[in-house]
Every structure is written in C-alpha cells, then in structure tokens.
C-alpha cells in the first residue's frame, strides 16, 4: 500500500543513544545472528555459532524497490540512531538513493529482544523526497543467500505454502530449483500457509518471514539459479497493477524478521510461533485430553454410508478401543444445505438416534462439515443471496473440489447461518465435536461484496480467522470439551486459524513421511497441541501405525465391519488379519498415549539419519527411527552420560530389553520401516 503525503517521522523514546556518522557500517547481533549493514545499506548475514561457515562472503542489496522505470537496492547510509532498555536493543538506520532527479529515502527500524536471540525484527517503509515519481510494481525484503560450503548441490528449505500439488513442507533445493510460495489463492481452492521460510545447510541455516498479526498477500520465493553457487531465500510483494509513488508518499513494508539456527526447521518456526505469541498476541489454543483420544470414522463407507452400517459398527469401535466416532461427508442434502438426507427419513430424529447410540456406548461423536461451501441452487443461497463472496467481476467465487460457491466469511449474514448450525449440530443432534474439513477454509480470495461491509476486498483473507473464533467459541458454549478439528486438506495450514482449533490433523497426507513432518511442524507451533495422524488408511501400505504412534499422532482408521457399503471404491473391511494389527497398536496407543508427552528436537529431519523423532512422558524417552532398511549404528541423543539406561522394543511382539550407558550412548539395530524405543533410567 502507497500512503499518499501522511508520512510522519517517528518519535523515538531515547534512553541511551548511539549516533553513527554516515561513514560508519552498521553491527547489529542479536544472539548468535549478527547482521551488518554497509555505507549503501547492503548486508552481509554471519553466524558467531563455531560450528555454522559463513553463509555468503560479500555483501549484497537485501531489500529492493522494483519499479517501472528502476530498481532500487543501495541507499547511502546516511544516520544510524541507536537506543537500549531492559528488553532489548533498537536501530534507526536511514539512507537515501539521489540519482537523475530521483530521491528515495530508505527507513528501518530494526529491533533486537533479549527474549528471541538469534533473531532481529526489522520495519522498512520508503519516503519519495524527489520531484519525480516512479512507478512501483513491487518490492523485496530479506533477499538471503547460503552458498553451498559442500559442493554437494543440495540444501533444505522449509516451504508452507498451499497449492493443488500439496506437496511436502520441507523440500531440498538443487540448482534450477524455484518456489514462489505465494500466501494468497494459488488455485482456485488453495491459499494461505505460514508466513515464514527457512533455507539450512547441515550446518546451519537463516529463516525470514512475516510478523504482521494478520495473513499478508506476500511471496517467499525459494531458489537457487543454475551456475551460481548459492541458494536464496526473500520475501516479496507485487502490487496487483503498479501505483504511482509520488512526492511525499510513503511505502511501508511488511514487519518481518531474520532469525539464524542449526539444524532443521523446528527452532526457528519454534521461536516465530513464541514470538507471535509473546509480541503480536496470538494465543493458542489448549487441547482438551478428548482431543487425544483415537478415532474411527465412517469415512469407510463414504458418501452412500446408511444409519444401520454406522451403527452395526460401533461394538467393533468399542471393542478395539477407539473412543470418537466421526460421522463424514454424505448426511447432508447439499454443501450449504446441511440438514439430513433422504437416508434419513426421520430427520433430526435419525441424526439424534445415531449419536445416542454412540453415546450409550461411552464414545464420543464428532461432525463432518464443510463451512463456508454452498452449492449452486441450494436452499441457503435463494435465502441469503447477499452472503456469497463476490470477485471484482461482481460473480460468485467457485470451490472447484466441491462444486461450490464460497460464503464471505466476514459477511454478517454467513454468521447468522453459522449460528443455526451450530446450535442443529450441538443441541438438536448432540454432536460432541467437528471436523472441518476442505482446503478452501485455509484462504479465501479478496470479497468485493459491498454487503460484507468491509474497507477494502483483501479484509476479508486477513478476517478469515474471525469466522473460525466464532464457531470455535459458540461450540464450546454448547460443549466445554468440544473437539474442533481443522482439516485444509493437503494445505500447509493458516497460521492465523490456529488458535481456533484444539486438534491439529495431518489433512490427507500423501504418504507417511508428511504425517511425521506436519506433526514436527505442529509440534514447532504449540508443544501441547493434540495431532491427529489422519486415518491409517492413508499412511503407507495403509497400516503404519508406526508412524502415528512414533511421532505422537492421535491414531485413527476408517475401516467398515463387516462388509463395506455396496458404493464405495475402495474396501476397507476389517479382515481377521487387519483386526489382530488394530487391537494390538490402538492397545498400545490406549497404554502409553506418546501423543501427550513433550517433543525433544534432538534430530535434523534432513540430514540425520535414519529419521529420527524422540518424545519425552513421564521420564521416559520415546525413540522412533525410520528408514526402508537400517542395519547399523544410531546414536540415542539426549542421553546422560552419567547414567545408564534401559531400552525396551515397546511394539515388539517379544518386547525385547539391552542397557546402553550414557557415556557411549549408541544401538546397532536392525530393522525395516521402523524401530521404536521406549528408554528409562
């Protein structure tokens, strides 16, 4: 956004005050991250960690102002105001480009907390003090570059973004490689993510990303060109057609910052997560212990499910030990629609009758829904014209993947609807949770519903989480351990949707190795926050339990009993065999709940290998490997080397126990899959 003649200097409360003259380069070291700024604001990234090499020798134009008719990365450093308190330290820095009639000045105030080292947090905005205007069709922060010290041609990144490819969240970058990482709509469903990026060598590695306490519109582009010998990581905005910068205007920037670290992406998305919530008042949410209790879901009988194959399932529920029962997709008349169907012929009766039978059981009962999709010619819509979100062509948004319309979800009349449903779901049907499901629900394109009543169309993505407080809140008024699960299946998740929601869920993992990752993601963001591994129909070879359980997920499965509904795809009956497996993992699961223990970052999920997770419960240590074949050594890290420790193959069938002493702490197991430890002095 341009700010057109309302620029003001800042005051600054000085308590004690460094001015450099504009001759001086610029050290700012926040932990082990130390920055400098040279005489033309370029910088150069070090890290004082002696085991990291240096990330790039020379410096080079970070931040860039891209217009029409020049691009801008040097400014002469002109002031350098520095002031300290008890919390931190706190940079001024101004410099300006004046050249050919055109005079940019360049602003940072760069901030450096004693409570986040390894981190500096940056505000940039650029003042036209020139007679000429430009115009500006985009600008670039923190454009980063990691040279490859190994030659080996590859380097790690942390990439959460959203798009129809669902890919994985970390990726290695090879020369040729790119990815824009857009936060907005990439597909006609897919947008948002978390507002962070990290590139790591083994090492050590330089994370950037956004501290705005709403989702932005930015990029973070992820790319190494071929021949060069270093891989770059920046963030970026592009204005959607270019606007004239005039004399007096302002461009202010995202507030953004730069942390450093060693290892994978789990301490640096740790310390954005703590900071966003320290700094920028993001609270996130508590997990009721019913959010770690395993699922089964009727999702096996999919769309054409009936009432009778639900419930001539549940004693196999019960009796395996599964404790939620998810009602799935298929009870509604219509997306939008959400009252019964004709499988229902009693109504809300049917509905009540079901989750009554679940309850009489002593289970649990969660819903399967859709919000914010509305079928074309649905009762909703010839009801409540005016909540459908509007493009700048004045025509409904489409959901491709439900063949749908999308509802603003800053509409005041999309609330009113919400509410009704809410109160069917929870009061007239009983339900004790929900699933939300869909990648729609993670972004949403800008809404030019002029009844949305809103300043500007983007409001509506930043708002979007404001629709989630509210059925979060509302559900919980009605049951105060309601389970809200958020499913952006195949998404990298909305940072800002998180705090309304108490189970995290892997969202239709593609293989097992995304469960694993997006549960070290979610563990990053919030330690106790309940994780849901997705049916274990989805893992691979459709049976890993190895990894939901290894990793700390909630376990879950979708399989029928005793046969599968006549319509379905796919079988997913419960044969002697599968039913052996499902007893003896879901009674593992039920007798040591890993899933509430406290994750220890202890392994780079890149680099180490086998991969390697370990959870801390009870004073026990939880080790799970994984590799497709392993026969050599591991190293049990954590370990205390005064110490000697038991090991124990807890999902062995023979339950096999060796010691292993601390000061030598390294097993020779050999395996397949997997290998999982429990550990105790």
């Known amino acids: 956004m341009i700010i057109k003649n309302t620029f003001k200097q800042p005051l600054l409360l000085l308590i004690s005050i460094l001015i450099y003259g504009c001759s001086s380069q610029v050290t700012i070291e926040s932990g082990d991250l130390q920055l400098n700024i040279d005489k033309q604001m370029q910088i150069q990234l070090k890290s004082l960690n002696k085991g990291t090499n240096q990330f790039f020798k020379d410096f080079y134009e970070s931040d860039k102002l891209i217009a029409q008719e020049l691009t801008i990365g040097s400014f002469k450093l002109k002031e350098s105001v520095k002031t300290e308190d008890n919390e931190g330290s706190y940079y001024n820095i101004s410099g300006t480009y004046n050249r050919n009639g055109f005079k940019i000045s360049k602003h940072q105030k760069i901030s450096a907390f004693n409570d986040f080292p390894d981190m500096i947090l940056f505000e940039t905005y650029y003042i036209n003090e020139g007679d000429k205007s430009i115009t500006v069709k985009a600008w670039k922060n923190h454009e980063i570059r990691i040279i490859d010290n190994t030659n080996s041609n590859e380097m790690w990144s942390f990439q959460p973004s959203s798009s129809n490819e669902r890919k994985d969240w970390i990726l290695p970058v090879n020369q040729g490689f790119y990815q824009k990482n857009y936060l907005g709509m990439n597909n006609s469903d897919y947008g948002g993510g978390i ?30 060109i071929n021949y060069n010998d270093y891989a770059s990581i920046s963030l970026a905005y592009e204005y959607e057609e270019p606007e004239i910068f005039a004399k007096g205007d302002t461009i202010k920037t995202y507030n953004s ?115 914010l999709a509305a079928d074309p010619g649905t009762k909703v819509l010839e009801k409540y014209p ?95 351990y309601a389970v809200i699960q958020n499913c952006p299946c195949g998404c990298a998740i909305n940072f800002f949707n998180i705090p309304f929601m108490n189970q995290a869920v892997a969202s239709d993992p593609t293989s097992s190795f995304q469960v694993r990752l997006k549960a070290k993601a979610y563990r990053a963001i919030k330690q106790d926050l309940a994780y849901y591994a997705d049916h274990i129909e989805l893992s691979d070879n459709g049976d890993d339990f190895g990894t939901q359980i290894g990793i700390g997920g ?28 499902y007893k003896k993992w879901v009674g593992i699961y039920n007798d040591k709940m890993i899933s509430k223990g406290e994750y220890l970052n202890l392994y780079d999920i890149a680099y180490d290998k086998p991969e390697a997770h370990v959870i801390k419960k009870n004073n026990r240590l939880y080790y799970a490997f994984y590799a497709e074949e392993w026969d050599n050594s591991i190293e049990l890290k954590g370990l205390d080397k005064n110490k000697t420790y038991t090991v124990c193959e807890y999902t062995a069938d023979d339950k096999k126990t060796y010691t292993v002493d601390g000061a030598h702490p390294y097993i020779t197991p050999r395996f397949t899959r997997d290998y999982l430890i429990e550990v105790y002095e």
């Open 257 to 371: 910052f730069i942390s450093v670290n060693n290892g994978d992406f789990y301490n640096p998305l740790n310390q954005f997560s703590e900071y966003m919530q320290d700094m920028e008042d993001i609270v996130l949410p508590e997990s009721e212990p019913e959010a770690f209790e395993p699922v089964w879901c009727a999702w096996g009988y999919e769309r054409m499910f009936t009432i009778n194959e639900v419930m001539g399932t549940l004693p196999k529920v019960k009796e395996l030990g599964f404790k939620w029962v998810d009602i799935d997709d298929g009870y509604q008349i219509a997306e939008g629609d959400w009252e019964t169907n004709e499988r229902f012929p009693g109504g809300d009766k049917d509905m009540r009758r079901m989750t009554d039978e679940i309850h009489k059981l002593g289970l649990k009962a969660k819903l399967w829904w859709a919000p």
């Open 386 to 480: 005016g909540t459908l979100l509007k493009t700048d062509e004045w025509i409904p948004r489409h959901i491709s993947w439900w063949n749908s319309y999308y509802l603003s979800p800053v509409n005041p009349i999309t609330k009113t609807y919400t509410d009704d449903l809410l109160k069917m779901f929870f009061v007239a049907w009983n339900f004790d949770g929900l699933k939300l499901d869909g990648q729609h629900m993670n972004c949403c394109p800008p809404d030019h519903n002029t009844a949305s009543k809103l300043d500007y169309p983007e409001q509506a993505i930043e708002q979007l989480p404001s629709y989630f407080e509210n059925i979060y809140k509302t559900a919980r008024k009605y049951k105060s």
């Open 195 to 224: 507002p962070m990026v990290y590139l790591w060598r083994k090492d050590g590695g330089i994370a950037t990303g956004l501290t705005e306490n709403t989702l932005k519109l930015i990029s973070m582009p992820t790319e190494w």
């Open 554 to 581: 909630v376990i879950g499965s979708k399989f029928t009993y005793p046969k599968d509904n006549p319509h379905v795809k796919q079988s997913y009956v419960l044969t002697p065999e599968k039913e052996v497996l």
